[in-house]
């Protein structure tokens, strides 16, 4: 396929999944026009700034924008002009006060980028939606566009993992084509010939199904992760350990041991808020007992948080009020910064409101925290927040964390207890250096 027949592609929301997607894609050849609204955000990617913490990701921007493939704008003429295909990769979050999915920047990029759509095009939604949501967006596309029929909508769901997303970008393991025509895949396949060519498995299909693929994979993952920490607390009570229950679990091959990982549980800006939403709109559309389950994933979820807590107060005799306490993260994972649903954080700001004197240390994720949480104290490293500590609470899994030595971290701390809210230490390497090690679900 020659340079010149390769199809311009716009990629509209520049927030994570937009950036990542408009830099993996001009590096692979494509040139790219990346928009948002938001000027600061524009201004940070043209000056060569990644808004946001993903390995990889800065030295690939560099190069794009070096080659000349990679521009953004905040003008959607512009971008309008610009592409063939047209990916909209904006947010979806929670609805305030509600479990559903806020599809207003959806609809308000649809309604923005249509007018200007005088010619054959194809728009392809990214973003997390309920399903449904495509069949409306493709009649509004068709009213408001110029070009009317000859606009046409696919969906292309993102499969992200935070910490590994160019290379998710670059190799996934599966490519989702929802289309209602040929023409529509052949232009996706278009868009990504070079990931095709690797062989990459493709399912290709009708826009529900495509809409509903991620929201279902999200959920499966998370049942996975509720349904060990159920088995946690199942443990707790009986005396049994979770970790070898897991580990004998996952020799099983229909199983498996991936996100088995008993602990804290999940966070961050999909999980949590997707099996929400996908829970409200099978309510919505008559089907909500098929997913009724999702409330208790849920539910065993939030618990993590408080049983965490609980932990912590046994260690210190019951008493939380006035007690120096080292919370080693704020991510709600590692490899990333993005603290939102942060189980880290909310467990750092539960013990604070009870009257704990809380310091808080993350490689990555310390900025956001501080915006979001000032009242927190924050330190400059895993040393620092715990000099004088009364206990240690590790509570985001960072490489950093794990390699701490127990002799190293004794030296500074006023008593040596720690509890692993992620399973991440060695218990009989913590124990044998003199420390009272705690974690869920262990004897």
Not at 20 to 26: F, I, L, R, S
């Given at each position: 396929m020659g340079?010149?027949?390769?199809?311009?592609?716009?990629?509209?929301?520049?927030?994570?999944?937009?950036?990542?997607?408009?830099?993996?894609?001009?590096?692979?050849?494509?040139?790219?026009?990346?928009?948002?609204?938001?000027?600061?955000?524009?201004?940070?990617?043209?000056?060569?700034?990644?808004?946001?913490?993903e390995p990889g990701l800065p030295e690939l921007l560099a190069k794009t924008m070096e080659s000349g493939r990679l521009r953004f704008t905040t003008s959607v003429e512009e971008a309008a002009a610009h592409g063939d295909i047209h990916f909209v990769c904006v947010g979806t979050p929670q609805q305030p006060g509600s479990d559903a999915c806020d599809l207003s920047y959806v609809d308000a990029t649809i309604r923005g980028l249509a007018p200007h759509l005088t010619r054959r095009c194809l728009v392809v939604g990214k973003s997390t939606v309920p399903v449904g949501t495509?069949?409306?967006?493709?009649?509004?596309?068709r009213e408001l566009s110029p070009a009317g029929d000859e606009v046409e909508l696919a969906w292309n769901p993102e499969f992200l993992r935070e910490g590994f997303a160019?290379?998710?970008?670059?190799?996934?393991?599966?490519?989702?084509f929802g289309v209602a025509s040929e023409w529509a895949r052949e232009q996706l396949a278009a868009a990504f010939q070079p990931i095709l060519e690797l062989g990459t498995p493709t399912v290709v299909t009708d826009l529900p199904t495509a809409e509903l693929v991620k929201v279902a994979a999200n959920s499966f993952l998370a049942t996975k992760i509720s349904y060990i920490n159920a088995m946690a607390e199942i443990c707790e009570a009986t005396g049994?350990?979770?970790?070898?229950?897991?580990?004998?679990?996952?020799?099983?091959?229909?199983?498996?041991?991936?996100?088995?990982?008993?602990?804290?549980?999940f966070g961050g800006g999909c999980l949590p808020k997707d099996i929400r939403a996908f829970a409200h709109r099978?309510?919505?559309?008559?089907?909500?007992?098929?997913?009724?389950?999702?409330?208790e994933v849920d539910a065993i979820n939030r618990r993590r948080r408080s049983r965490t807590i609980d932990l912590v107060r046994e260690l210190l005799g019951?008493?939380?009020?006035?007690?120096?306490?080292?919370?080693?993260?704020?991510?709600?994972?590692?490899n990333s910064d993005d603290i939102r649903d942060a189980p880290a954080l909310d467990?750092?700001?539960?013990?604070?409101?009870?009257?704990?004197?809380?310091?808080?240390?993350?490689?990555?994720?310390?900025?956001?925290?501080?915006?979001?949480?000032?009242?927190?104290?924050?330190?400059?490293?895993?040393?620092?927040?715990?000099?004088?500590a009364d206990v240690v609470v590790l509570l985001t899994e960072w490489a950093e964390f794990r390699e701490i030595q127990p002799s190293a971290l004794a030296q500074v701390v006023k008593h040596t207890r720690i509890v692993d809210g992620r399973h991440a230490l060695d218990a009989e390497e913590w124990r044998a250096a003199g420390w009272e090690y705690r974690a869920l679900g262990c004897p």
């Open positions: 340079e010149a027949v390769l199809p311009r592609l716009t990629v509209i929301g520049t927030g994570y999944l937009g950036a990542t997607h408009a830099v993996c894609m001009a590096s692979l050849g494509y040139d790219v026009v990346g928009l948002d609204v938001d000027e600061r955000k524009i201004k940070k990617l043209q000056s060569g700034e990644v808004p946001f913490f495509a069949a409306r967006l493709a009649e509004l596309l160019v290379d998710d970008t670059l190799r996934p393991d599966r490519l989702v049994a350990d979770v970790r070898d229950l897991a580990k004998a679990l996952a020799y099983d091959d229909r199983i498996g041991g991936r996100f088995l990982q008993p602990g804290l549980g099978a309510e919505e559309i008559g089907v909500g007992q098929a997913v009724s389950f999702l409330r019951g008493q939380l009020d006035g007690k120096r306490v080292a919370c080693l993260g704020a991510a709600f994972k590692p467990v750092a700001r539960t013990m604070h409101g009870l009257g704990a004197n809380v310091r808080v240390y993350d490689p990555a994720a310390l900025d956001n925290a501080r915006r979001a949480y000032p009242e927190l104290r924050y330190g400059t490293s895993a040393m620092d927040v715990a000099q004088d």
